[in-house]
């Protein structure tokens, strides 16, 4: 995995933030001014799905990633389940048909192309590297070798945040992924359903609402939302 370029990005990332305590920021950063791309953003992923948001350089890549993580569908799940790049040059055309959810906020916010590559040691889901364009276009096949050495960088990246380092958005990422399994089993209670559909329940209910997740996992646990009063209401 560490290869001569890898080392490279490591390097100047660690330049940026030589307490390491901002790595993904400063690699997501030197990602975008590597390559042609619009943004970055760099997700937890578990088998379940999205598990937080680690990293974002703009607000329309963090909307990308907010989006994913509440549907539990896009590029970086597809990339994480299957361990494949997922590169969509023209989400215009592609997206609405493989993720009709996900399509309408991803051209919203006027991303038009996402280029997805998972970040695993092998069997084991780590995370997911998500480049955006606000134009359609494939990567050429340098600008693909680029990405993967980049993606190779993040996996490193991760590991060494999911070990215990102290790198900044590391602990509140990990906090927001307890609260939204907690939630999870909460709804699951108060529906009387498991949790798997517990946590659609969830999703449904925070896309609906234009919000993130991770607020109505929030909601729930405080006690302000309550889904056993959902039938009731209806």
């Not at 946590?199 to 919000?211: K, S, Y």
Request: hydrophobic content about 50%.
């Amino acid at each position: 995995m560490a290869s001569k370029r890898v080392n490279e990005i490591l390097s100047a990332a660690w330049v940026e933030s030589p307490n390491g305590t901002d790595l993904p920021t400063s690699l997501a950063a030197a990602c975008v001014r590597a390559l042609p791309v619009s943004g970055v953003g760099l997700a937890l992923m578990t088998d379940e799905g999205p598990a937080g948001i680690i990293a974002a350089t703009d607000g329309a890549a963090m909307e990308l990633e907010e989006l994913q993580f509440t549907l539990g569908e896009g590029p970086c799940v597809d990339a994480s389940q299957t361990g494949r790049p997922v590169l969509q040059p023209d989400l215009a055309r592609t997206a609405p048909l493989r993720w009709p959810a996900f399509a309408g906020g991803a051209l919203e916010a006027g991303v038009r192309a996402v280029f997805a590559f998972p970040l695993r040691v092998g069997a084991i889901r780590v995370g997911v590297l998500d480049l955006y364009r606000d134009r359609a276009g494939p990567l050429s096949g340098d600008e693909l070798t680029e990405a993967l050495s980049f993606a190779d960088a993040a996996t490193l990246v991760l590991l060494h945040a999911q070990a215990g380092a102290p790198v900044t958005g590391a602990v509140p990422v990990l906090d927001e992924r307890a609260e939204v399994h907690q939630a999870t089993g909460v709804a699951s209670v108060q529906a009387g359903v498991g949790l798997a559909e517990a946590l659609v329940l969830l999703r449904a209910r925070a896309f609906a609402e234009g919000r993130p997740l991770r607020d109505l996992a929030r909601d729930v646990l405080d006690g302000a939302v309550d889904f056993g009063q959902a039938d009731d209401d209806g």
